[in-house]
């Protein structure tokens, strides 16, 4: 497909690249859709930056990207937090280089000791008198570290756009802050707080192959069945060597090799913006002494009926689009940080429930041991497919992905799509129905 066919004469022409029920294979292969995919989506849109619990004292940072912007996040002697360009006005260098840590008071740069206050603002100038009598200017915006143009936190999770209008993030996340909330309300006290260690991961595909598969019901149990089926197996052995149900963590891996009229029976919601919910799947309200502990302290903290009503939640696993993959009950979220094209890094972090017994920290961590992390069989299936997809479409084998199953058929009510099935695919249409909107727009949106 050549450049002239992304064009219509007049700009980017997306009616080329995405019709309602299939896609150009350019959107996930073509450098020249990348490029602008960063400049419109992720230099746009509210991106996901850390949660303050990564920044708890005064000079504590940690450096990210937004798009290919390089920020900081750092804790404010107030308690404030700022994202800010992670560059000095100077000469242009890098102030942190690592990924966290605590730069005391304020910032120095390693190159020429310019130093800046926690909010950016210029602190001391070596030799400044060498600045008398020049166009130099202590009171110019361009002398102090460039904050981003917006940045908003909802219940701890630190967001921020590059674009200085747009909706607020509460009206950016509409009703898909549901799983923010869900993650946050499972915890007694109301908060969640960050697990240090952060799993890293370089995909060789597309970032919006990873965030499709993530509500894509139908390849758990094609993709996973053989491991599934191997926990399965150790599950029935357990059973009749103890005659006890065997540890939780199996059921982890066994579920992915749950029936597929099973899969097909889940909900998939699509909601506006790129948002999509799927609901179901896993049974973690066992009766167990450790679950019942728990559900005695979230009854005290909120009352019986307000904690039913939290633990009743039907979220298994929420898309924020473009930035996040977020399984709430299991307190999990991944960051989708685009590289290139076909390379994609995927931050997964854990979090812990505050106010839970130990227990119930622990049986999240299995997940993200056993599930999530780099070295499971679980995500070594998938990577494997992502990297199998971007070399397919990358060939000429074919211009176009197919996203006909249940095409016109989901139910649609005041912008929120629900699936008639959950096998459709309507994930993967609602996606691109936002990325029509982010990569057509002039302007902020």
Not at 87 to 108: S, V, Y
Not at 198 to 219: G, P, T, Y
Request: net charge negative; proline share 6%.
């Amino acid at each position: 497909m050549g450049g002239d066919k992304m064009s219509d004469g007049n700009g980017f022409n997306v009616d080329a690249l995405v019709e309602p029920d299939r896609v150009h294979r350019n959107c996930y292969a073509d450098n020249e859709v990348f490029e602008r995919e960063i400049r419109q989506i992720f230099h746009k849109a509210w991106i996901y930056v850390g949660h303050e619990s990564q920044v708890p004292n005064t000079g504590d940072y940690a450096t990210t990207v937004i798009g290919r912007q390089p920020v900081i996040m750092v804790r404010h002697q107030n308690r404030s937090i700022h994202v800010l360009y992670n560059r000095c006005p100077h000469r242009g260098a890098k102030l942190c280089a690592n990924r966290a840590g605590n730069t005391g008071g304020n910032f120095t740069c390693s190159y020429h000791a310019w130093q800046f206050k926690l909010d950016g603002k210029v602190r001391h100038i070596p030799i400044q008198s060498g600045y008398d009598n020049t166009r130099f200017n202590l009171n110019d915006p361009n002398s102090h570290m460039k904050p981003v143009a917006r940045m908003e936190v909802y219940r701890g999770f630190v967001f921020a756009s590059l674009s200085p209008t747009g909706p607020s993030l509460v009206d950016w996340l509409g009703t898909a802050i549901a799983g923010i909330d869900d993650m946050c309300d499972r915890a007694p006290e109301g908060e969640v707080e960050v697990v240090p260690t952060c799993f890293r991961m370089i995909q060789k595909s597309n970032w919006k192959i990873f965030l499709e598969n993530q509500l894509d019901a139908v390849h758990p149990s094609v993709t996973h069945g053989s491991t599934g089926l191997a926990a399965q197996k150790v599950e029935k052995e357990m059973l009749a060597e103890t005659g006890n149900p065997p540890p939780l963590s199996y059921h982890y891996i066994s579920a992915f090799a749950m029936e597929m009229d099973k899969w097909g029976a889940l909900d998939v919601v699509g909601h506006p913006n790129g948002h999509c919910v799927l609901q179901g799947y896993m049974g973690l309200r066992p009766t167990d002494p450790d679950t019942l502990e728990y559900d005695a302290i979230m009854e005290k903290h909120y009352g019986p009926d307000r904690a039913k009503e939290i633990l009743d939640v039907n979220i298994h696993h929420l898309l924020v689009y473009p930035c996040l993959s977020i399984q709430s009950p299991l307190q999990q979220l991944r960051a989708v940080r685009p590289i290139s094209a076909n390379e994609t890094l995927t931050e997964i972090w854990h979090f812990r429930l505050k106010g839970a017994p130990e227990p119930i920290y622990r049986r999240a961590l299995d997940y993200f041991y056993l599930v999530n992390s780099p070295s499971t069989m679980i995500n070594a299936d998938d990577l494997y497919n992502f990297r199998k997809c971007q070399e397919g479409l990358e060939s000429e084998g074919g211009d176009w992905v197919s996203f006909h199953r249940n095409a016109g058929q989901d139910l649609v009510e005041d912008g929120v799509a629900t699936s008639v099935i959950g096998f459709s695919e309507i994930p993967m249409r609602n996606q691109f129905e936002a990325w029509r909107n982010y990569m057509q727009a002039e302007g902020a949106l």
